[in-house]
Structures are given as structure tokens and as C-alpha cells.
């Protein structure tokens, strides 16, 4: 594993930085969790659950997956940002260590780069502006990456752990930050903190009635300060169908940004088209 590739793993675990005890989350929001979408529009597809219910786990387009039942696999990448924020970084927020990334996202607007942002509640309390902003643009989806960015695991790159019967409401109250932000384009995936979850994190998630989406790209832009290292990580792992994670946290990725001034040029200049989680969820064979 590239030094490239722990430091994105690890990500999570900086993030948590001060710890301390989880939250209390309130009851779950009354409202099902994809309630700011529009009713009219197209239901972002979902995987059925695994056996004994689990909570299903998407990480790419298996090979062979071409649209509307092609033979050869589609030339189509995901790109995925974090807006990581955990519920105990309100300190630093206001001493001014920032969280989010304004500039990358207006690089993708103008790219015309279709993009899921997984994002935590905690940031979009902390940026609700930026969070409406986001979800109402149509060139992007929001999808849930929980509310405090705790582990659903232990041993989980540092991170302080949410207890198994609190995952579920964890998730739901970040559903019920972007509604009180409100954040339109909503999609029912979620995103574990630091990746990390087991079979018990499956089993406890299913009230929640998410999709888990992973990745099979690791950009590697978790503090790096070489942006040409990043895009060559992501250019040689990128395969049709590839979902990569990066991340929105200017302070913990802060050349995130000109990597995908080079890493979208190129996978274009390669034939590659740039779709939304959903899109190329949906082109999945059965």
C-alpha cells in the first residue's frame, strides 16, 4: 500500500482529532430520510438488502456493466468527495481551521464534473449555506456520511466509536440536518466513517434504509501536499466503472483541488464520462 494510499485511510482518524464522548442523538426525524428530495423526482436507485437483511454495499461497477445492456464495460468513473466534520470540532471551527472547500467545489461546477458529496450533519450545521448550495444544484447529490463521524467499528484509524444501538439514529440525524439545512438532492447512500464497518454495522444500519457505498479508488489526497502524486494514483487506478473517494476539507486536503484541474482533463482525454453515484449505480447488471 502507497504512503499515498494510508494517508488517505487514515483521514478518518485525524479528523476525530479530540474525541471525547459520543454525542446523544435525538429520535429518529419523523420524515423518511430521502424527504427533501422533489416527489417528482426519479427515485435514485438502491441495492436489495443482503441476507438477513444487511445493509448492501456498493463500491464500483462490476466489470461488463454497460448501459442499457452492453456486452463491453461503460468508460464511466464516480468521483466522490467527503465533507468530513466531526461533532466534536466546533472548537476548531471557530478558532478557524476550515472543513470545507468552497473553491473545489466551484472548480467541479465549472469542469461540469457530476459529483456525490457525502457529507457529515456536523457540516452541514457548521456550513449550512454552502450544504443548501450544494444540494441544490443539480450537478451534484448529497449522500449521508453519519452526523458525528464516529466509527461504526473499533480499531477504526483512532476514531471514537458510536455504540451498535445508537448507528442507526446516528445516520438518521444527519438525514435530519440537511433537511433542517435545507439540502435538496438526497440520496438514501451512506458512506462509513474511515470505511470501517463489519457484519454487526450491517445488521444495525438496516432500520436506516441506506445503501453503503465504499470505493475502489483511494486518491490518496488526505494530506498530501504533492497534488501531481494524488492524480497519478487516481489516474492509474481508475477501471471503467471505478468509484473513487477523495475528500471537501480544505484543511486536511488542501490540494485536492489541483489534482482534479489534472485528473479530469485526462480521464476525459481517455474516453471517461463522469457520473453520480446513483447513475452508476443504476447501470450495474443485475
Not at 162 to 189: H, L
Request: net charge neutral.
Amino acid at each position: 500500500m502507497t504512503t499515498l494510499t494510508v494517508a488517505g485511510l487514515l483521514l478518518g482518524g485525524a479528523l476525530a482529532g479530540c474525541g471525547g464522548a459520543s454525542p446523544t442523538p435525538p429520535p429518529p426525524p419523523s420524515a423518511p430520510a430521502t424527504a427533501s428530495a422533489s416527489p417528482a423526482a426519479k427515485k435514485p436507485p438502491t441495492m436489495a438488502p443482503g441476507p438477513a437483511g444487511r445493509t448492501p454495499v456498493f463500491s464500483r461497477r462490476p466489470a461488463g456493466g454497460g448501459a442499457a445492456g452492453e456486452g463491453a464495460a461503460e468508460k464511466v468513473v464516480a468521483l466522490t468527495f467527503d465533507a468530513d466534520m466531526t461533532a466534536d470540532q466546533g472548537p476548531r471551527a471557530k478558532a478557524g481551521e476550515r472543513f470545507d472547500n468552497p473553491e473545489l467545489i466551484a472548480l467541479l461546477r465549472r469542469l461540469k464534473v457530476p459529483s456525490t458529496v457525502f457529507m457529515t450533519g456536523r457540516w452541514a450545521e457548521e456550513y449550512p449555506a454552502q450544504a443548501k448550495g450544494i444540494g441544490a444544484d443539480g450537478l451534484f447529490e448529497v449522500a449521508n456520511h453519519s452526523y458525528s463521524h464516529y466509527a461504526f467499528t473499533a480499531d477504526c484509524y483512532g476514531l471514537p466509536v458510536v455504540g451498535k444501538d445508537a448507528m442507526a439514529r446516528d445516520v438518521e440525524r444527519a438525514f435530519s440536518a440537511f433537511r433542517q439545512a435545507g439540502v435538496r438532492n438526497v440520496v438514501p447512500y451512506f458512506r462509513f466513517p474511515g470505511g470501517c464497518y463489519d457484519d454487526a454495522a450491517l445488521r444495525a444500519l438496516t432500520p436506516a434504509n441506506v445503501t453503503a457505498v465504499q470505493w475502489d479508488v483511494v486518491s490518496g489526497d488526505a494530506f498530501a501536499t504533492d497534488a501531481g502524486a494524488v492524480a497519478e494514483q487516481v489516474l492509474d487506478g481508475v477501471r471503467p466503472g471505478s468509484l473513487v473517494v477523495m475528500h471537501c476539507t480544505r484543511s486536511a486536503a488542501p490540494v485536492t483541488g489541483e489534482a482534479i484541474g489534472r485528473i479530469v482533463p485526462e480521464l476525459r482525454k481517455r474516453g471517461y464520462r463522469f457520473v453520480k453515484v446513483s447513475e452508476l449505480m443504476e447501470g450495474r447488471p443485475e
